[in-house]
């Protein structure tokens, strides 16, 4: 059987999960067939260039036609977006694959838990850092207990593509269309990677922070008046509704200490996320710019022992290349299509899904809420 | 005129400033001519032997007796110890150097410093990492202006000497004679380079955490009755009364977003005080680890420069070696004391000095009541 | 019009570049059409197989039977077939990439050096590491003159696979199948980038290094007669006939002095290709297995700054994603084969040409007789 | 008894040694007393200075006057006065430590060693790295077998002050005075490292090079005649005869393969000295700019272990501070200077002594010879 995917979306995350899903049957021949079978968006002539570029069959202007055609849907478009097409898929019985975070609020984010629920077919949040190799790797040593018992989790994701107060305004910076800024975008794929590698968290203090309150719309976010107006010199400006940059302190299950921390004002940090943990018998560290490698204190040494995660008995690097010979950012896409894929193919449970996403959300809106009143406030 | 200089204590901090003063005549020829003068200590034995390896004149066994004898006394006791023998001095209008955290409660904190006031002779609050030349060296690029407008600060100090439950106790975890735990003995100094290098912290939120409540006694420190008893075969403990591990997220001065961290339980690290920066126009990275070397994201540049700062230009070397001979931790000592005694020689005004300190223990005091109430605290 | 590619060889190099063509149309949709026409190989049922996994049209067990059907001939076998598969195919007119080194001998290098200035197609030696964007990004700053006037170049490839003496017996070991060890499967990369970073090598003097004189022959490799044998205990060895390790010093033009050397006994490193050079304004370094950064020390800068290589107008990176998601090994492939076929496309100049690999293979040759007879040899 | 100590030269490394003298007393209180007694020089006016600043207790401008007075005698002049008043001394029966390399050529390290011999006293060539705690490891490491069986040695020391074609001219550019340029001022450094870590060079081949061939003459370098004829603008030059780096190949004894490079070209580099060695259960790497780390691959691990060599149980580490307060440059002289101190005071064996200051010597005579003859050389 061939697997029917439709996409929603088509720039940033749809070239990555096309690419992902054209890698499968060279890398992984175990995967279920798949075909790249409907593109959907609303710019018609992007929409078929991309469809053409990407490899897809069809295109579709509306969701609604399609998410009951296809053996899994893939919601890649804006947050606000990942709600009313995900939950009308899973009400048709189409497994679903969302873009993280899982929606732009928390009552949008239950009502697609429930859904999935109901439907009672796997669903995905895309958490791709789950499958990065070394961090597969880290936990598997934790489950071994290699770690010890866990003391600190310590998890950042820096970014600085909006240091410049000119760079211009995007959906990125709305309240509306995003829920939240560098907590939700960046701060999201931390608390999922704490959930995954340590626990859930119970309770949090959070600070957000918005550094500039506008900034420039560029024309092609201008709507098309006030570019008819023309005479005005005046440059245009939209308000900025998210946080430019936040920080957690948490305390997660089994009393493990928490700190968490995002920015999109690091200068010098382009895609930097780092991971560390304490434990009773050891330590590691974790990088995504250097994402081949993993730093282990191991439990009779001395230091960090910095380990080139390409190993033949590696997660999934079978698949690849011989050992030292690395990976980039898209091969978790891969293996995260892969692995969700065969669940769907197999009936298999599958991880990180909605519920793990609702999960996240939790965490995400308690973090807003702590700051909003200033105290710690429990992650229900 | 030759400074005497009358010294408490005699151990880890004993030998690194008596060290620091026995080596000024060779590399700081225009300091002032300084004379170990008298080491103050209870145990008569040892203090003899300590006095004879650290190169004093005299010993006495009541700090009273020596406060008004000398040019100037430093307060290298147990933090518990820093009030009464600190003020006494200042009374007798002795420059006094304490060591840090000034004072194990804001109430002794608030008397060493109208003291000083009063006095109004030099005083040093010892956080040493104030002279490492790579930090002077931050601070001399931020003063420019070289990173533009600080958005960031991120400071942790990380060691794992606690991290066994089999750890014995000592003062370190008694609240009465340490007042805090990581926060106080690690989180200080971060605190001060929070201050020195950005601006005070304005409010803070904070998160104290004790990982082993008791911890056993070592022979030498189990009261003589309960050592005479003997025949029990019970393992004598005693309660561990301050924080193992903090973290806070605070708002500087100017609305700079800072995280804190420290650990007595971070495997792996021994003495890992590390610090970031980010502005609108630079970026600098900062480990005591590596502390010859300074990182530093420049304006106009991509990444991270590794510059290290041991040429003959930078803060303080030109006393040393060429450039690449690196220094080592102890040399913060011989800068710090090279300026106190300076400055009580000229008359100029010293920094860090008891009003820092006492800066440091409001934000201290203030992270420990944060914690308590469960909300942000403002620092006075 | 589509290009057919006809390949010889299946194993890691036929996956590397099959994923590259394959991967062509989604990110370099300017490239020529390609079509994976046919696959060479001796193995019936493992080359079908093969070709079903690498998406080839057809299979053939005869170099002979495909050479003049396709526009574009890739040699990818052991170095002992580089020379006559190539050279009847160029007597086609086809063009050829040829796996490096390009032939396991100087005289058969020659033959295919003449052989394509015969054809006047377009040629390839597939010194894939010209095409790591941090490289070309180090190539044009050595261009532009940043670095200024070159002293030092210096690099190394360090691998262990054969630290091992019970690591098995491959074609790798046999001079005859091979040509050299250490030095023409790691050197001659080394060597190519010293080439197309600095400049040619004048003179060399070398030395060449076997640890283990024979090794285990595994099963499949076992002579059919042996095997049926059987009786005996002993365990069969084959005779390793070419170097572990080699270093080498060498003159470059303009009096660059440079030292090489690589192994397959180091110890920890898998893969590590690292580069390193010093000129009068500026120095660079750079390692295989942190691909994504370089190391560039700019004139009026005091320490390298570590650069990643992921920016939209570094070479080649606007093709693939935003800045800071790292791309892996295999994408110097995609590069390599998007120039190829476009200059076969279009006519244009392709480097590393077989000129480029007589070149190396001048180097290899003179490395290896400065080695045997004690003394520098001149390259010519 | 007080040993009572001469030191010929007072600037860099009369310093360094003044340095260690002084803080024996306070950090190794089991060494002997040693009085600063007699420092020797020329230049009356600066060497009373000096004499002050360093803490002797006397001057003397004729080393004949003193060899036979002290206890030890430290020759720090140029290489070219290493022999005369070292042999001096020795025949006096006085022990020598001097100043690496032991001599300016091959025949006067030969009388040095013989003096030695003759006079049967302890005798020292100062390659201080021997004394960096991590090195010191690095050797309990290799001899408990923890690598294996060593196979690749890899040394080079990288400096930049004369990357400046108008560095002014000094006498380490001199032959006469100074015997090479790199190669005897860094690479016996090296070479030193190798015979202490791995063993004795058996045969080499070397590659020396002048990239700048004369230098300017600052003033005080000036003879007085032609400052004083004053009436040219001609800007006085002096010729370079040593090399500004060297590169070596060589075969240590037990067959292993080694490389050796030093420079004063190599831009970004202030005092990098850096050790690779890869046998076959291990490899480390040691870099001097980060002398507290040494990296360890162990058996039956997968990568580096980066270990902060601060540890009480580390090579002299317990005389300092407690774990993780690093030591800088100049401990290594301390040590150093303990350990020849002892050797006298005891009598027990001193290494590296002269006859370690000759095999050195040796082997930098070698690759000269061979850098002229264009081939390989044997080491005596």
């Not at 018992?149 to 310590?154: A, D, Q």
């Not at 309240?175 to 990677?193: C, P, W």
């Not at 309150?213 to 005046?234: F, H, L, N």
């Not at 200490?257 to 010098?268: D, H, I, L, P, Y």
Request: aromatic letters at 8%; charged letters at 30%.
């Amino acid at each position: 059987m061939t697997l029917k995917v439709g996409v929603l979306g088509y720039r940033f995350m749809g070239k990555a999960h096309a690419n992902a899903l054209a890698r499968l049957p060279m890398f992984f021949p175990d995967a279920p067939d798949v075909e790249r079978h409907v593109l959907v968006g609303r710019d018609e002539a992007a929409l078929a260039d991309a469809a053409d570029r990407l490899g897809f069959e069809t295109t579709a202007t509306d969701w609604a036609d399609v998410v009951d055609e296809v053996d899994a849907f893939y919601n890649l478009g804006p947050n606000h977006v990942h709600a009313e097409p995900s939950i009308a898929a899973l009400e048709a019985g189409t497994p679903v694959l969302s873009e993280k975070p899982l929606a732009n609020d928390l009552e949008s984010a239950e009502r697609m838990a429930e859904a999935a629920e109901s439907a009672g077919v796997p669903t995905a949040t895309a958490f791709n850092y789950r499958f990065v190799p070394a961090l597969r790797y880290a936990k598997n040593l934790i489950e071994d207990g290699e770690l010890g018992e866990i003391h600190h989790f310590r998890g950042r994701y820096l970014q600085d593509w909006l240091v410049d107060p000119e760079a211009p305004w995007s959906w990125r910076n709305s309240e509306e269309m995003a829920g939240s800024g560098a907590l939700g975008d960046l701060g999201a794929h931390t608390i999922d990677l704490a959930r995954f590698l340590v626990g859930d968290l119970e309770r949090v203090s959070g600070h957000c922070r918005t550094f500039v309150d506008e900034r420039p719309v560029e024309d092609s976010e201008t709507p098309e008046k006030s570019r008819e107006g023309g005479e005005t010199a005046e440059r245009e400006t939209r308000e900025v509704t998210v946080d430019d940059a936040y920080s957690a302190q948490a305390e997660l299950e089994g009393g493990v200490m928490a700190t968490f921390e995002a920015s999109r004002f690091a200068n010098g940090h382009k895609n930097d996320h780092a991971i560390e943990i304490h434990g009773s018998e050891g330590s590691l560290k974790f990088s995504l710019e250097r994402l081949n490698e993993l730093e282990v204190l191991r439990d009779g040494n001395r230091g960090y022992e910095t380990i080139l995660v390409t190993d033949a008995d590696d997660p999934y690097v079978e698949h690849w290349w011989p050992p030292g010979h690395v990976l980039g950012w898209e091969h978790t896409f891969v293996h995260e299509n892969y692995e969700f894929l065969s669940a769907i193919d197999s009936g298999d449970e599958y991880h990180p899904d909605f519920d793990d996403g609702l999960a996240v959300q939790r965490a995400l809106a308690a973090i807003q809420e702590s700051d909003e009143r200033g105290e710690w406030v429990a992650v229900e």
